[in-house]
DNA sequence: CTCCAGGGAGCCT
DNA sequence: AGGCTCCATGGA
């Protein structure tokens, strides 16, 4: 096992470790402690998270003066990568609409960063999103893991990674329907095909001008234009991403009125003219705040 | 009991 | 393109 530390004097702008895996915008992070999704703070805010990037265990927790981290290789850039600590949050934060409901968010959750998870994970978890509370969605994922997953040895401890998609192409529908994944189950399976295959990948995707790569992730069975957004936001690293869920449209409704083009795409680019170049970052603030019940 | 959750596919016009 | 309807599951 290998460690390290990244100083948050190195990352540009705070850092919130808990806020950033807490928020909803990633189910491919853990506490292998055990501990339920949203527990409020009981640890203090320095419990360890876990996931795996391939076949490779990454640990990390924030200490007063550091993100540490263990894994099963070097994963100092990893880490950096994962956590979005090279994105400038002041920067960010400066190039952000500057109205109230905005600010009180950002002012709220100063330090939450927008992840990169990998990609066929990312896919996968927000397939299963569809109409689901975020913490069942955590426990799809985790259904996922332990029937499908390969075993990882970590300092004397089995964990299992997030499926190959070859592994999730060869269950049948009715396996994952076992799983409790409903209505679901047939989109994650024909996806992890297409995956599988090389029909459609990541590859088609990443590159591509922000409403093309949308587009093209809209191929992927059970993708429409939300969670093609979930994806381009939270895996590829495309900050202008603004994924247009419930809690979304109820706060265009309640405060960008304007905004409210009639459908996904002019909404969409009406929206992300006002919360600026990195719209996604602001989205993902205003969601997490929205959600635990800010104004 | 009903309602709803980070929606999307299929089918209709 | 835009508007239905149905889709599993579990907690409030």
Known sequence: MERGAIPVDDVPGAVDLQSTLESGQTYLWWRPDGATYETDGAYGGDAWYRTVVGDDVVEARQT?????????????????????????????????????????????????????????????????????????????????????GDP????????????????LA?????????????????YVQRTAEMVASGELTEED?????????????????????????????????????????????????????DCDRGNYADTSRAFRERLGPYAGYTQTYLFHYLRSGGE
């Open 170 to 186: 060869e269950a049948t529908e009715d396996d994952l329907r076992d799983l409790k994944l409903g209505y679901r189950a047939p």
């Open 205 to 257: 995707v990443r590159g591509r001008a922000y409403e093309l790569a949308r587009e093209k992730l809209t191929g992927f069975v059970g993708v429409g234009d939300k969670v093609a957004d979930c994806v381009l936001l939270f895996s590829l690293g495309y900050l202008e991403a603004v994924p247009l869920d419930t809690w979304m449209q109820t706060a265009i409704e309640d405060h960008y009125p």
């Open 152 to 167: 990882i040895d970590f300092d004397g401890e089995t964990v299992y990674g997030f499926p190959r998609p070859e592994t």
């Open 64 to 148: 007063e003066d550091a993100i540490e981290w263990r894994a099963t290789t070097d994963a100092a850039d990893l880490v950096r990568d994962l956590l979005g600590l090279r994105d400038d949050l002041r920067e960010i934060r400066r190039a952000a609409t500057e109205d109230d409901l905005a600010q009180a968010a950002w002012d709220a959750y100063d330090g939450l960063r927008i992840v990169r998870d990998p990609f066929f994970g990312c896919l996968i978890s927000f397939i299963c999103s569809a109409q689901m509370r975020v913490e069942r969605i955590f426990a799809m994922q985790e259904s996922l893991r332990a029937e499908y």
